[in-house]
Protein backbone atom coordinates (compact mmCIF):
# COMPACT_ATOMS: atom_id res chain seq x y z
CA UNK A 1 0.00 0.00 0.00
CA UNK A 2 1.30 3.29 -0.79
CA UNK A 3 1.01 5.77 2.06
CA UNK A 4 2.04 9.65 2.26
CA UNK A 5 1.84 10.25 5.81
CA UNK A 6 1.13 8.46 9.59
CA UNK A 7 -0.10 10.17 12.43
CA UNK A 8 0.70 8.22 15.68
CA UNK A 9 -1.31 9.06 19.20
CA UNK A 10 -1.06 7.04 22.56
CA UNK A 11 -2.86 8.94 25.73
CA UNK A 12 -3.70 7.87 28.64
CA UNK A 13 -1.83 5.17 31.02
CA UNK A 14 -1.48 5.52 34.73
CA UNK A 15 0.37 9.00 34.03
CA UNK A 16 -2.21 10.05 31.37
CA UNK A 17 0.74 12.08 29.60
CA UNK A 18 0.12 12.26 25.56
CA UNK A 19 3.14 10.79 23.21
CA UNK A 20 2.47 11.71 19.67
CA UNK A 21 4.47 11.95 16.12
CA UNK A 22 3.72 12.76 12.40
CA UNK A 23 5.53 10.81 10.13
CA UNK A 24 6.18 11.97 6.60
CA UNK A 25 7.20 8.65 4.86
CA UNK A 26 9.67 10.72 2.74
CA UNK A 27 11.44 11.76 5.93
CA UNK A 28 12.67 8.89 6.67
CA UNK A 29 15.27 6.31 6.17
CA UNK A 30 14.06 3.48 2.90
CA UNK A 31 14.08 0.61 5.30
CA UNK A 32 12.71 1.95 8.21
CA UNK A 33 9.59 2.84 5.48
CA UNK A 34 9.64 -0.26 4.05
CA UNK A 35 9.47 -1.91 7.83
CA UNK A 36 6.38 0.48 8.23
CA UNK A 37 4.87 -0.50 5.09
CA UNK A 38 5.29 -4.38 5.45
CA UNK A 39 3.91 -3.81 9.15
CA UNK A 40 0.71 -1.78 7.65
CA UNK A 41 -0.08 -4.60 4.90
CA UNK A 42 0.27 -6.88 7.32
CA UNK A 43 -2.95 -5.80 9.63
CA UNK A 44 -4.86 -5.29 6.43
CA UNK A 45 -5.28 -1.68 8.33
CA UNK A 46 -7.36 -0.29 5.88
CA UNK A 47 -10.18 -3.08 6.97
CA UNK A 48 -9.74 -2.36 10.30
CA UNK A 49 -12.99 -0.51 12.10
CA UNK A 50 -12.43 2.92 13.26
CA UNK A 51 -12.64 1.96 17.28
CA UNK A 52 -11.23 -1.54 18.53
CA UNK A 53 -13.48 -1.99 21.52
CA UNK A 54 -13.22 -5.87 22.06
CA UNK A 55 -13.82 -5.22 25.82
CA UNK A 56 -14.41 -2.83 28.37
CA UNK A 57 -11.22 -0.98 28.98
CA UNK A 58 -8.68 -1.77 31.20
CA UNK A 59 -7.80 1.13 33.72
CA UNK A 60 -5.02 2.98 32.90
CA UNK A 61 -4.43 1.38 29.71
CA UNK A 62 -2.97 3.19 26.57
CA UNK A 63 -4.71 4.18 24.26
CA UNK A 64 -3.93 4.49 20.33
CA UNK A 65 -4.63 5.95 17.84
CA UNK A 66 -3.30 5.51 13.88
CA UNK A 67 -4.18 7.32 11.15
CA UNK A 68 -2.90 6.54 7.33
CA UNK A 69 -2.56 9.46 5.03
CA UNK A 70 -3.02 8.02 1.58
CA UNK A 71 -3.21 9.46 -2.03
CA UNK A 72 -5.23 11.88 0.27
CA UNK A 73 -7.50 9.65 1.66
CA UNK A 74 -7.30 9.04 5.79
CA UNK A 75 -8.12 5.96 7.77
CA UNK A 76 -7.91 6.09 11.42
CA UNK A 77 -8.21 3.44 13.96
CA UNK A 78 -8.86 4.07 17.77
CA UNK A 79 -7.44 1.09 19.89
CA UNK A 80 -7.45 0.54 23.83
CA UNK A 81 -4.13 -1.65 24.58
CA UNK A 82 -6.79 -4.51 25.84
CA UNK A 83 -8.14 -4.69 22.41
CA UNK A 84 -5.12 -4.56 20.03
CA UNK A 85 -4.94 -7.35 17.39
CA UNK A 86 -1.63 -9.18 18.17
CA UNK A 87 -0.77 -7.89 14.26
CA UNK A 88 -0.72 -4.61 15.21
CA UNK A 89 1.61 -4.73 17.98
CA UNK A 90 4.55 -4.33 15.83
CA UNK A 91 3.51 -1.25 14.54
CA UNK A 92 2.70 0.48 17.64
CA UNK A 93 6.11 -0.61 18.74
CA UNK A 94 8.06 1.05 15.82
CA UNK A 95 5.53 4.45 16.03
CA UNK A 96 6.26 4.48 19.84
CA UNK A 97 9.93 4.43 19.36
CA UNK A 98 9.54 7.35 16.81
CA UNK A 99 7.44 8.75 19.00
CA UNK A 100 10.03 8.69 21.89
CA UNK A 101 12.66 10.06 19.81
CA UNK A 102 10.59 13.33 18.21
CA UNK A 103 9.75 13.95 21.54
CA UNK A 104 12.91 14.16 22.68
CA UNK A 105 14.15 16.50 19.73
CA UNK A 106 11.21 19.62 20.18
CA UNK A 107 13.32 21.12 22.50
CA UNK B 1 -37.75 -25.32 63.77
CA UNK B 2 -37.98 -22.96 66.50
CA UNK B 3 -38.96 -19.82 65.05
CA UNK B 4 -37.08 -16.61 65.97
CA UNK B 5 -39.48 -14.10 66.35
CA UNK B 6 -37.89 -10.72 64.79
CA UNK B 7 -39.35 -9.87 61.47
CA UNK B 8 -37.23 -8.05 59.22
CA UNK B 9 -39.24 -6.55 56.61
CA UNK B 10 -37.00 -5.54 54.64
CA UNK B 11 -34.37 -6.82 51.58
CA UNK B 12 -31.05 -6.84 52.87
CA UNK B 13 -28.59 -5.82 50.39
CA UNK B 14 -25.88 -8.23 49.74
CA UNK B 15 -22.91 -6.30 50.90
CA UNK B 16 -24.68 -5.94 53.79
CA UNK B 17 -25.15 -9.11 54.23
CA UNK B 18 -21.19 -9.96 53.77
CA UNK B 19 -20.42 -7.24 56.10
CA UNK B 20 -22.28 -9.25 58.74
CA UNK B 21 -21.10 -12.46 57.66
CA UNK B 22 -17.10 -11.27 57.82
CA UNK B 23 -17.80 -9.12 61.47
CA UNK B 24 -20.11 -11.52 63.01
CA UNK B 25 -19.13 -14.49 65.55
CA UNK B 26 -20.21 -17.62 64.31
CA UNK B 27 -23.27 -17.84 66.62
CA UNK B 28 -24.55 -14.46 65.27
CA UNK B 29 -24.14 -15.52 61.45
CA UNK B 30 -26.38 -18.50 62.56
CA UNK B 31 -28.94 -16.41 64.20
CA UNK B 32 -28.72 -13.93 61.04
CA UNK B 33 -29.39 -16.86 58.73
CA UNK B 34 -32.09 -18.67 60.55
CA UNK B 35 -34.06 -15.20 60.92
CA UNK B 36 -33.45 -14.34 57.53
CA UNK B 37 -34.98 -18.02 56.47
CA UNK B 38 -37.92 -17.56 58.45
CA UNK B 39 -38.85 -13.95 57.48
CA UNK B 40 -41.52 -13.75 54.96
CA UNK B 41 -39.38 -10.69 53.02
CA UNK B 42 -37.01 -13.73 52.11
CA UNK B 43 -38.97 -15.96 50.36
CA UNK B 44 -38.11 -15.60 46.69
CA UNK B 45 -34.49 -13.91 47.46
CA UNK B 46 -32.98 -17.28 47.70
CA UNK B 47 -30.39 -15.52 45.17
CA UNK B 48 -29.37 -13.00 48.05
CA UNK B 49 -29.48 -16.00 50.66
CA UNK B 50 -26.83 -17.99 48.40
CA UNK B 51 -24.57 -15.54 48.29
CA UNK B 52 -25.05 -14.87 52.00
CA UNK B 53 -24.04 -18.63 52.87
CA UNK B 54 -21.39 -18.70 50.15
CA UNK B 55 -19.95 -15.54 51.53
CA UNK B 56 -20.27 -17.19 55.22
CA UNK B 57 -17.74 -19.77 53.53
CA UNK B 58 -15.30 -17.94 51.41
CA UNK B 59 -14.82 -15.69 54.32
CA UNK B 60 -14.41 -18.68 56.57
CA UNK B 61 -11.72 -20.25 53.66
CA UNK B 62 -9.67 -17.26 53.80
CA UNK B 63 -7.90 -15.80 56.25
CA UNK B 64 -7.37 -12.04 55.02
CA UNK B 65 -4.38 -10.52 53.71
CA UNK B 66 -2.90 -12.65 51.02
CA UNK B 67 -0.68 -10.96 48.27
CA UNK B 68 1.33 -12.96 45.63
CA UNK B 69 4.35 -10.91 43.52
CA UNK B 70 5.19 -12.70 40.10
CA UNK B 71 7.80 -11.50 37.52
CA UNK B 72 7.14 -10.83 34.33
CA UNK B 73 10.94 -11.14 33.58
CA UNK B 74 10.10 -8.41 30.77
CA UNK B 75 7.69 -10.26 28.84
CA UNK B 76 4.09 -9.74 28.49
CA UNK B 77 2.33 -12.83 29.62
CA UNK B 78 0.73 -12.56 32.98
CA UNK B 79 0.88 -12.58 35.39
CA UNK B 80 4.31 -14.75 35.42
CA UNK B 81 6.79 -16.39 37.83
CA UNK B 82 5.41 -16.33 41.24
CA UNK B 83 8.61 -14.48 43.11
CA UNK B 84 7.28 -13.85 46.53
CA UNK B 85 4.21 -15.02 48.98
CA UNK B 86 2.04 -13.79 51.45
CA UNK B 87 5.09 -14.29 54.55
CA UNK B 88 7.70 -14.35 52.46
CA UNK B 89 11.01 -12.53 53.70
CA UNK B 90 11.88 -9.70 51.49
CA UNK B 91 13.89 -10.91 48.10
CA UNK B 92 17.12 -9.00 46.76
CA UNK B 93 14.77 -7.58 43.95
CA UNK B 94 13.44 -3.78 45.48
CA UNK B 95 10.77 -3.81 42.62
CA UNK B 96 9.25 -7.08 43.93
CA UNK B 97 9.30 -5.78 47.81
CA UNK B 98 7.92 -2.19 46.76
CA UNK B 99 4.31 -4.45 44.98
CA UNK B 100 4.60 -6.75 48.08
CA UNK B 101 4.26 -3.75 50.72
CA UNK B 102 2.51 -1.52 49.05
CA UNK B 103 0.10 -4.23 48.45
CA UNK B 104 -0.41 -4.79 52.10
CA UNK B 105 -0.34 -0.83 53.07
CA UNK B 106 -3.49 -0.94 50.58
CA UNK B 107 -5.18 -3.94 52.50
CA UNK B 108 -4.31 -2.51 55.53
CA UNK B 109 -6.00 0.73 54.73
CA UNK B 110 -9.08 -0.40 53.50
CA UNK B 111 -9.33 -3.08 56.36
CA UNK B 112 -8.29 -1.70 59.48
CA UNK B 113 -10.14 1.68 58.65
CA UNK B 114 -13.01 1.20 56.24
CA UNK B 115 -13.62 -2.30 57.52
CA UNK B 116 -13.17 -3.70 53.92
CA UNK B 117 -11.30 -7.23 53.51
CA UNK B 118 -9.63 -6.51 50.42
CA UNK B 119 -10.88 -5.72 46.67
CA UNK B 120 -13.99 -7.66 46.62
CA UNK B 121 -14.44 -7.15 50.05
CA UNK B 122 -14.48 -11.27 49.80
CA UNK B 123 -11.05 -11.58 51.22
CA UNK B 124 -9.69 -11.58 47.21
CA UNK B 125 -5.70 -12.33 47.00
CA UNK B 126 -3.85 -9.21 46.12
CA UNK B 127 -1.70 -10.40 43.22
CA UNK B 128 1.01 -8.11 41.71
CA UNK B 129 3.02 -8.23 38.39
CA UNK B 130 6.26 -6.59 38.26
CA UNK B 131 9.13 -6.57 35.26
CA UNK B 132 5.92 -6.38 32.55
CA UNK B 133 7.97 -5.83 29.06
CA UNK B 134 10.65 -4.14 28.44
CA UNK B 135 10.73 -0.33 28.32
CA UNK B 136 7.20 0.08 29.85
CA UNK B 137 6.22 3.30 31.60
CA UNK B 138 2.96 2.84 32.84
CA UNK B 139 1.04 0.96 35.49
CA UNK B 140 -2.25 -0.71 35.11
CA UNK B 141 -5.29 -3.05 36.75
CA UNK B 142 -6.34 -5.75 34.41
CA UNK B 143 -9.27 -6.50 35.68
CA UNK B 144 -8.01 -8.94 37.89
CA UNK B 145 -4.55 -7.78 39.19
CA UNK B 146 -1.92 -4.99 38.84
CA UNK B 147 1.00 -4.84 36.45
CA UNK B 148 3.60 -2.41 36.73
CA UNK B 149 6.77 -1.56 33.98
CA UNK B 150 10.00 -0.84 34.64
CA UNK B 151 9.47 3.14 32.88
CA UNK B 152 12.31 3.23 30.67
CA UNK B 153 14.92 1.15 32.13
CA UNK B 154 16.31 0.15 27.95
CA UNK B 155 17.04 3.72 27.28
CA UNK B 156 20.50 5.49 28.73
CA UNK B 157 20.34 6.84 31.88
CA UNK B 158 20.79 10.51 30.12
CA UNK B 159 17.42 10.25 28.55
CA UNK B 160 15.01 8.49 30.89
CA UNK B 161 12.06 10.17 31.50
CA UNK B 162 10.27 7.16 33.74
CA UNK B 163 11.27 5.36 37.13
CA UNK B 164 9.64 1.48 38.05
CA UNK B 165 5.96 2.04 38.70
CA UNK B 166 6.20 0.50 42.14
CA UNK B 167 8.36 3.27 43.22
CA UNK B 168 5.69 5.70 44.33
CA UNK B 169 3.28 3.66 46.93
CA UNK B 170 0.50 5.96 45.88
CA UNK B 171 0.60 3.97 42.67
CA UNK B 172 0.08 0.53 44.36
CA UNK B 173 -3.16 2.26 46.19
CA UNK B 174 -4.35 3.87 42.75
CA UNK B 175 -4.42 0.60 40.75
CA UNK B 176 -5.71 -1.79 43.91
CA UNK B 177 -8.42 1.09 44.37
CA UNK B 178 -9.43 0.21 40.32
CA UNK B 179 -10.19 -3.02 41.84
CA UNK B 180 -12.31 -1.65 44.17
CA UNK B 181 -14.43 0.33 42.05
CA UNK B 182 -14.93 -1.80 39.48
CA UNK B 183 -16.33 -4.37 42.83
CA UNK B 184 -18.75 -1.20 43.88
CA UNK B 185 -19.76 1.50 42.10
CA UNK B 186 -18.60 -0.12 38.42
CA UNK B 187 -17.82 3.81 37.14
CA UNK B 188 -17.78 3.60 33.57
CA UNK B 189 -14.32 4.19 32.11
CA UNK B 190 -14.92 7.36 29.83
CA UNK B 191 -15.95 11.02 30.36
CA UNK B 192 -16.81 12.04 33.80
CA UNK B 193 -17.67 8.63 35.41
CA UNK B 194 -13.86 7.47 34.50
CA UNK B 195 -12.79 10.62 35.81
CA UNK B 196 -14.95 10.01 38.96
CA UNK B 197 -13.41 6.39 39.18
CA UNK B 198 -9.61 7.92 38.14
CA UNK B 199 -10.05 9.89 41.25
CA UNK B 200 -11.43 7.64 43.21
CA UNK B 201 -8.05 5.97 42.93
CA UNK B 202 -6.24 8.95 43.15
CA UNK B 203 -7.84 9.91 46.62
CA UNK B 204 -7.33 6.33 48.25
CA UNK B 205 -3.64 6.04 46.50
CA UNK B 206 -2.88 8.95 48.05
CA UNK B 207 -4.64 8.01 51.65
CA UNK B 208 -2.41 5.18 51.37
CA UNK B 209 0.66 6.92 51.11
CA UNK B 210 -0.77 9.32 54.08
CA UNK B 211 -1.20 6.21 56.60
CA UNK B 212 1.77 5.12 55.68
CA UNK B 213 3.77 8.14 56.59
CA UNK B 214 1.08 8.94 59.25
CA UNK B 215 0.44 12.26 58.38
CA UNK B 216 -2.24 14.98 58.92
CA UNK B 217 -3.69 16.42 56.16
CA UNK B 218 -1.84 19.50 56.38
CA UNK B 219 1.84 17.33 56.05
CA UNK B 220 1.02 15.62 53.35
CA UNK B 221 2.35 16.42 49.45
CA UNK B 222 -0.83 15.35 48.15
CA UNK B 223 1.33 14.44 45.19
CA UNK B 224 0.18 10.93 42.93
CA UNK B 225 3.64 9.23 41.70
CA UNK B 226 6.21 10.82 43.56
CA UNK B 227 9.74 10.27 42.41
CA UNK B 228 8.32 8.21 39.41
CA UNK B 229 9.72 11.11 36.90
CA UNK B 230 13.65 10.79 36.46
CA UNK B 231 15.92 13.68 37.08
CA UNK B 232 15.67 14.98 33.58
CA UNK B 233 12.25 15.63 33.78
CA UNK B 234 10.95 19.05 34.87
CA UNK B 235 8.42 17.91 37.39
CA UNK B 236 7.32 16.65 40.81
CA UNK B 237 4.88 14.05 40.43
CA UNK B 238 2.20 12.94 37.66
CA UNK B 239 -0.45 14.76 39.09
CA UNK B 240 -1.23 16.68 42.83
CA UNK B 241 -4.61 16.91 43.88
CA UNK B 242 -3.59 20.16 45.97
CA UNK B 243 -2.96 22.08 42.63
CA UNK B 244 -3.92 20.17 39.60
CA UNK B 245 -2.10 21.12 36.86
CA UNK B 246 0.85 21.91 38.26
CA UNK B 247 2.79 18.76 38.37
CA UNK B 248 4.90 19.40 35.71
CA UNK B 249 6.14 21.45 32.99
CA UNK B 250 8.54 19.85 31.12
CA UNK B 251 10.05 20.59 27.41
CA UNK B 252 9.53 16.84 27.03
CA UNK B 253 6.89 15.83 28.21
CA UNK B 254 4.77 19.06 28.12
CA UNK B 255 2.52 20.84 30.97
CA UNK B 256 0.52 18.82 33.03
CA UNK B 257 -2.59 18.87 31.69
CA UNK B 258 -5.25 18.89 34.65
CA UNK B 259 -8.05 21.68 35.46
CA UNK B 260 -8.24 22.06 38.83
CA UNK B 261 -12.37 23.45 38.47
CA UNK B 262 -15.16 22.90 36.31
CA UNK B 263 -14.63 26.42 34.25
CA UNK B 264 -11.27 24.24 32.76
CA UNK B 265 -13.15 21.45 32.24
CA UNK B 266 -11.43 19.81 29.06
CA UNK B 267 -13.41 17.67 26.17
CA UNK B 268 -11.64 15.71 24.65
CA UNK B 269 -11.90 11.88 22.57
CA UNK B 270 -7.93 11.44 23.99
CA UNK B 271 -7.48 9.58 27.35
CA UNK B 272 -11.61 7.55 27.34
CA UNK B 273 -12.49 11.09 27.49
CA UNK B 274 -9.87 12.70 29.32
CA UNK B 275 -10.17 10.39 32.33
CA UNK B 276 -7.04 11.22 33.45
CA UNK B 277 -7.26 14.65 32.59
CA UNK B 278 -10.71 15.95 34.53
CA UNK B 279 -9.83 13.96 37.71
CA UNK B 280 -7.98 16.85 38.94
CA UNK B 281 -11.33 18.44 39.45
CA UNK B 282 -12.81 15.74 42.03
CA UNK B 283 -9.28 15.29 43.24
CA UNK B 284 -9.42 18.63 44.57
CA UNK B 285 -12.68 18.32 46.01
CA UNK B 286 -11.54 15.89 48.58
CA UNK B 287 -8.08 17.68 48.77
CA UNK B 288 -10.31 20.96 50.60
CA UNK B 289 -12.68 18.92 52.05
CA UNK B 290 -9.92 17.16 53.63
CA UNK B 291 -7.76 20.26 54.70
CA UNK B 292 -11.29 21.62 55.86
CA UNK B 293 -11.49 18.91 58.55
CA UNK B 294 -7.99 19.21 59.43
CA UNK B 295 -6.78 15.61 60.92
CA UNK B 296 -6.01 12.19 58.90
CA UNK B 297 -7.50 12.81 55.34
CA UNK B 298 -8.41 8.99 56.09
CA UNK B 299 -10.49 9.51 58.57
CA UNK B 300 -13.43 11.43 57.87
CA UNK B 301 -12.66 12.52 54.25
CA UNK B 302 -11.69 9.18 53.51
CA UNK B 303 -15.22 7.91 54.96
CA UNK B 304 -17.44 10.05 53.37
CA UNK B 305 -15.73 9.41 50.17
CA UNK B 306 -15.89 5.33 50.87
CA UNK B 307 -19.18 4.78 51.63
CA UNK B 308 -19.84 7.06 48.94
CA UNK B 309 -17.94 4.88 46.20
CA UNK B 310 -19.54 1.55 48.00
CA UNK B 311 -23.33 2.73 48.76
CA UNK B 312 -23.81 5.39 46.71
CA UNK B 313 -22.27 6.08 43.14
CA UNK B 314 -23.71 4.20 39.94
CA UNK B 315 -21.80 2.70 36.72
CA UNK B 316 -22.86 6.64 34.65
CA UNK B 317 -22.05 9.31 37.53
CA UNK B 318 -20.81 12.29 36.97
CA UNK B 319 -19.44 15.30 39.22
CA UNK B 320 -22.66 16.90 40.28
CA UNK B 321 -23.86 13.42 41.29
CA UNK B 322 -20.25 12.77 43.29
CA UNK B 323 -21.35 16.45 44.70
CA UNK B 324 -24.44 15.74 46.22
CA UNK B 325 -24.03 11.83 47.15
CA UNK B 326 -20.94 13.02 49.46
CA UNK B 327 -22.72 15.70 50.56
CA UNK B 328 -25.68 12.67 51.54
CA UNK B 329 -23.01 10.42 53.01
CA UNK B 330 -22.07 13.04 55.16
CA UNK B 331 -25.14 13.97 57.00
CA UNK B 332 -25.81 10.02 57.17
CA UNK B 333 -22.45 9.67 59.17
CA UNK B 334 -22.02 13.00 60.62
CA UNK B 335 -25.15 14.75 60.52
CA UNK B 336 -27.17 16.99 58.62
CA UNK B 337 -25.64 20.81 59.41
CA UNK B 338 -22.22 18.94 60.21
CA UNK B 339 -19.24 20.33 59.78
CA UNK B 340 -18.41 17.44 58.36
CA UNK B 341 -21.29 18.18 55.24
CA UNK B 342 -19.93 21.79 55.54
CA UNK B 343 -16.25 20.52 54.44
CA UNK B 344 -17.58 18.55 51.56
CA UNK B 345 -19.72 21.37 50.32
CA UNK B 346 -16.99 23.59 50.68
CA UNK B 347 -14.65 21.12 48.78
CA UNK B 348 -17.12 20.93 45.90
CA UNK B 349 -17.74 24.73 45.75
CA UNK B 350 -13.99 25.54 44.84
CA UNK B 351 -14.11 22.98 41.92
CA UNK B 352 -17.19 25.16 40.97
CA UNK B 353 -20.29 22.46 41.45
CA UNK B 354 -22.83 23.62 43.92
CA UNK B 355 -23.89 21.02 45.84
CA UNK B 356 -27.60 20.43 45.58
CA UNK B 357 -29.41 18.77 48.99
CA UNK B 358 -32.93 19.10 48.30
CA UNK B 359 -33.25 16.22 46.68
CA UNK B 360 -34.28 13.54 48.49
CA UNK B 361 -32.11 10.78 49.05
CA UNK B 362 -31.83 7.78 46.44
CA UNK B 363 -33.61 4.57 47.83
CA UNK B 364 -30.64 2.63 47.35
CA UNK B 365 -31.08 1.00 50.93
CA UNK B 366 -34.42 0.40 51.88
CA UNK B 367 -35.08 2.02 54.82
CA UNK B 368 -32.32 2.22 57.41
CA UNK B 369 -34.53 1.25 59.64
CA UNK B 370 -34.32 -2.33 58.67
CA UNK B 371 -30.74 -2.16 58.58
CA UNK B 372 -30.48 -1.50 62.18
CA UNK B 373 -32.89 -4.02 63.36
CA UNK B 374 -30.90 -6.33 62.02
CA UNK B 375 -27.47 -5.21 63.08
CA UNK B 376 -28.98 -4.92 66.73
CA UNK B 377 -30.36 -8.69 66.08
CA UNK B 378 -26.88 -10.08 65.94
CA UNK B 379 -25.46 -7.74 68.35
CA UNK B 380 -23.50 -5.50 65.41
CA UNK B 381 -24.90 -2.06 65.68
CA UNK B 382 -23.04 0.68 64.79
CA UNK B 383 -22.08 2.83 67.49
CA UNK B 384 -23.74 6.03 67.48
ZN1 LIG C 1 -6.02 4.82 37.07
Redesign the interface.
Known amino acids: MYIDKIKF ?1 R ?8 LAAEVDMDDIPEDQKREIIRLIDETDFDELPKKLSGK ?8 Y ?1 ITVNSRGKEHAV ?1 A ?3 SLPNNLQPLIEVLERIAKIQ ?2 K ?2 | MHTHNHPINCIVPPYMLEDIATKGTKSQRELAIRTLKTSEQMRGQRRALADFSGAVSRFAAVGGKERIVYDAQNGSSLPGTPVRNEGDGPTSDVTVNEAYDGSGATYDLFNDIYNRNSIDAKGMRLDSTVHYKKGYDNAFWDGEQMVYGDGDENLPVSERLFNRFTIAIDIIGHELTHGVTQFEAKLVYSQQPGALNESMSDVFGSLVKQRTLNQRADEADWIIGAGLLTENVNGIGIRTMKAPGTAYDDPVLGKDPQPGHMKDYVNTVSDNGGVHINSGIPNRAFYVTAMELGGYAWEKAGQIWYVTLRDKLGANSKFQDCANLTYLTASELYGNGSLEQKAVKKGWAEVGLTVDGSTPPPTTEPGDGCLSSLLRLIGAAPEK
Not at chain 1, 11 to 18: D, K, P, V
Not at chain 1, 56 to 63: L, S
Open positions: ETGGFAGIRMPMPDEFVSLGESMRQD
